[in-house]
Structure formats: C-alpha cells, structure tokens
C-alpha cells in the first residue's frame, strides 16, 4: 500500500491552474518533520518545488515563488500544492516527499544530492501547452 497518494494533474493552457493533492494513506501518521512536492521533466533531474515544516514555514524554489503555494490540513491529513499562471516549463511529474527527520529546509538538497526521503508518492502529471 502507498503511503502517500497524489492527485490533481492534469493538463491546462498557459496561465491556467492546477491544484494537487497528497494524501497520506489511512491508519498512517501525518506527523513528519518535512514534506515538499518535486518534479520531473522527461530528460531531467528531479528537482525540488517547495517543502513545509511542521510548523507551517515554507520555502520555494525561486522559479516558482508567488505562483504557487504548499499548505497542509492536518484534519484530513492532505498535503496541497496550489498552482497558479502556470508556464509551459512548469509540466512534469509531481512527486509529494515526507521525511521524518529531515529538516523541511534541508529536504530539497537532501534529496538532489542523491539521498531519498522516507517516502515518496507514485506522482501525479502535469502537463501546460497550448
């Protein structure tokens, strides 16, 4: 059984919006140190998109900042990424991430130096094209 489920790709124009959701399986714990969305262009790196702490600070990577926002409900034990003005270079699979001892802050080159969170999803795809 996965861990955590995606959901919510899918394909939009230029501009447009997705929001995507992972849900962490039931009978498992919400409760992880850090958790992020990445992606992955075909023929590229995975690479990180934003992570959250479990006091709710963030960080984006840079590219990204002021059009997309990660958020979490605790109650449904869902973590969202809100995705907003979507550009073609923002098409790819996204994968949730959580790690229970990782700092959120040290989630992204934790994982582009090669390590692996405790647990991924299986992705979701997003796809942006006119």
């Known amino acids: 059984e996965e861990r955590l489920v995606e959901s919510g790709g899918g394909s939009v124009q230029p501009g447009g919006s997705l929001t995507l959701s992972c849900v962490v399986a039931?009978?498992?714990?919400?409760?992880?140190?850090?958790m992020g969305w990445f992606r992955q262009a075909p023929g590229k790196e995975r690479e990180g998109v934003t992570t959250i702490d479990n006091d709710g600070r963030t960080d984006y990577l840079e590219a990204v900042k002021g059009r997309f926002t990660i958020f979490e409900d605790n109650a449904k034990k869902t973590l969202y990424l809100e995705m907003n003005s979507l550009k073609p270079e923002d098409s790819g699979l996204y994968y949730c991430?959580?790690?229970?001892?990782?700092?959120?802050?040290?989630?992204?080159?934790?994982?582009?130096?090669?390590?692996?969170?405790?647990?991924w999803g299986q992705g979701t795809q997003v796809t942006v094209s006119s």
């Open positions: 039931s009978g498992y714990s919400f409760n992880f140190k850090s």
């Open positions: 991430a959580a790690d229970a001892d990782v700092p959120a802050q040290a989630l992204i080159p934790w994982v582009e130096s090669g390590r692996q969170p405790d647990y």
